[in-house]
């Protein structure tokens, strides 16, 4: 399993050089939630499932609108992805 919180597509810049800055003193890096997708894959360590924590999410509106972008397949694009949870059934 890994649990990771990935970077939106029109911040992965911003996230990488973050994550630079940090990685003199810890090995740090920013992924996309379609990056870290397709790496799990590459791996061929078997079957690959995507849950989404949102229960990690903001309420109200905020959830709404996440919601509705999901659904247009845009959410990882535009806004800070929420928490998922890759679960991987090793070959």
Known sequence: MILENPCS????RQGRRRA???SKSVTEMAY???????????????KVET???DILSSRGIKMAVRRIFRRLGIEDVVLNP????FVVEKN
Do not use: C, D, Q, S
């Not at 597509?9 to 992965?12: A, E, L």
């Not at 996309?32 to 997708?37: N, S």
């Open 82 to 85: 929420p928490t998922y949870l």
């Open 9 to 12: 597509v029109i911040n992965i």
């Open 20 to 22: 630079l800055e940090l």
């Open 51 to 53: 849950v989404t924590f």
């Open 32 to 46: 996309t939630r379609g990056e870290l997708e397709y790496m799990t894959e590459a791996a061929n360590i078997g």
